[in-house]
């Protein structure tokens, strides 16, 4: 494990007029530079936890340390500051504009504007927008996925070291919300931030977490692990019940494009004769062509069927529309994407959407028998080890 960044120690929060606490005697120990995961049923204290790391919520008892320095009493202002923090309902201040709500953090740290305008212009292109478009717009100009993003880059404003999310793609819609959970993937992997994310959907956890802290009520940890083992070995019945059914399915969200050998397709240019394009995949074993533009980005599918009824000057006119993903994407959103597509194999593209091979069926169904090679073998380890030891209450 890398250097802890957040230690949380018998961190305990009581509500007057409840019985029980909310958090109860919560020790915990996060990583620098990883994401991760508080998850868990309704009420179990997974937000409470994530508001008390902040001070949103003053702990009843218990020390937070940030950098191994005790937080737990320093100015609760000066601290919000040091870490940014995203909510599901992003929270924008609707009568300001995109880089005036951007830049509040900055502000209150008295930075020149120079270098407030050049942070603002920085973060609105890092979150994958336009500054030149967006900047001086309002939240209400933009979509639902657009105000998610801005809330991202507002809390990145002042470089924090530290990110908080609490459910921030909960409120979009399940096409955006998977665009944007890759996005910010992608953006983690260059900025390294130690965040600490809240969700209730274990499929969300498993896809974005480093590591994940399934919760029961009170926030007791039932387990605190990398995704692969919680799927592979859960703790107790608790937490294999909490993870449901399917598990290998539920394991392409841990495997990413990036990781595995991709299979190559005959190509043709777009602005190919169609006699030509016939004689091309005639010579082929395969039932279709991959067209291309002049800059190599995949346009469609087509065959002879298609070659046959082609009759413009490019073939891209007719055929069938691509399913492209990138890299980043998980096995899990490129088998989405394969099953909702009319031709079940996804292009993979680079950063500039130029074509860089494919992802079939035959690549998935090895990815999950490796997985379920894998589960195997972890049960053998766990009859071996004889039975776990009853977890703390």
Not at 108 to 130: Q, Y
Not at 146 to 154: H, L, N, P, T, Y
Not at 266 to 273: H, K, Q, R, W
Not at 323 to 338: C, G, I, Q, R, W
């Amino acid at each position: 494990m890398s250097r802890t960044k957040i230690r949380l120690e018998h961190l305990t929060k009581r509500f007057p007029g409840q019985q029980q606490p909310a958090v109860d005697d919560l020790s915990l120990e996060i990583p620098e530079g990883e994401i991760v995961i508080f998850v868990g049923p309704s009420g179990c204290g997974k937000t409470t936890t994530m508001k008390l790391i902040n001070r949103l919520i003053e702990p009843t008892s218990g020390r937070i340390f940030l950098d191994d320095e005790d937080v737990t009493r320093v100015d609760a202002d000066r601290l919000r500051r040091r870490i940014g923090y995203v909510i599901q309902q992003i929270g924008l201040f609707p009568h300001q504009t995109i880089a005036e709500n951007i830049a509040t953090v900055p502000r209150l740290l008295k930075w020149d504007k120079a270098r407030i305008a050049k942070r603002v212009d920085e973060l609105i292109e890092t979150v994958g927008m336009d500054p030149a478009t967006y900047r001086d717009r309002y939240p209400k100009q933009l979509s639902g996925g657009q105000r998610q993003r801005i809330g991202v880059a507002r809390a990145m404003s002042a470089d924090p070291d530290v990110m908080l999310m609490d459910e921030p793609f909960g409120a979009i819609d399940p096409i955006t919300r998977d665009r944007l959970q890759n996005e910010f993937l992608r953006l983690q992997s260059e900025i390294k931030k130690t965040i600490v994310f809240v969700t209730h959907d274990i499929d969300e956890a498993i896809k974005m977490g480093d590591r994940i802290a399934i919760l029961r009520e009170g926030s007791h940890v039932a387990q605190y692990d990398t995704p692969e083992r919680i799927l592979v070995d859960p703790a107790d019945d608790f937490v294999a019940d909490f993870i449901g059914r399917g598990a290998s399915l539920k394991r392409l969200s841990l495997s990413r494009v990036r990781d595995i050998e991709l299979g190559v397709w005959p190509t043709v240019d777009d602005g190919t004769d169609a006699e030509q394009a016939r004689r091309a995949l005639l010579a082929t074993d395969r039932g279709c062509l991959l067209v291309l533009d002049d800059r190599r980005r995949p346009r469609s599918w087509v065959g002879a069927d298609h070659l046959g009824r082609a009759d413009g000057p490019r073939l891209s006119e007719t055929g069938l529309p691509v399913a492209v993903v990138t890299p980043h994407a998980t096995l899990s959103d490129t088998l989405n994407e394969m099953i909702t597509a009319r031709y079940s194999t996804a292009v993979v593209v680079d950063e500039s959407g130029a074509y860089a091979g494919v992802v079939d069926i035959d690549t998935i169904n090895e990815a999950i028998r490796g997985m379920r090679s894998g589960e195997r073998s972890a049960a053998r380890d766990r009859l071996e080890a004889g039975p776990r030891p009853e977890p703390a209450p």
